[in-house]
């Protein structure tokens, strides 16, 4: 005949295993994050260059003046580059002249 011997807990080891399941946890979590957002790789810089191509004086009054600027976007990625929306902000000789806003949506071909 088997007898069974019913154990009461110890707090002790309850504190422990709980502490060491919210460790556990507490350090899982950041580490699938890092390497979650790790493989989720952003284009670098170096992969676009952006300069001005053409630049037209519109309009002209007392408090400003209203360029229209070309800009030329060269793509080194071997993926097309998807633009949609962009603000430039214009130096001359390092001299601030103001910035250019653009709502208008395109793709730039890969290696163009």
Not at 49 to 60: I, K, N
Request: one cysteine or more; aromatic letters at 6%.
């Amino acid at each position: 005949m088997i007898q069974r011997v019913d154990r009461k807990p110890c707090p002790e080891a309850d504190w422990a295993i709980r502490l060491l399941r919210n460790l556990l946890t507490l350090l899982l979590i950041p580490a699938f994050l890092v390497l979650y957002t790790g493989c989720a790789s952003t284009r670098g810089a170096s992969d676009m260059e952006v300069s001005l191509a053409d630049l037209r004086f519109s309009e002209s009054t007392i408090m400003e003046t209203t360029l229209d600027l070309m800009v030329r976007i060269e793509n080194a990625s071997p993926e097309p580059l998807r633009v949609t929306g962009s603000v430039h902000r214009l130096y001359v000789n390092g001299t601030y002249l103001g910035r250019a806003m653009s709502g208008e949506e395109t793709e730039v071909p890969r290696f163009s």
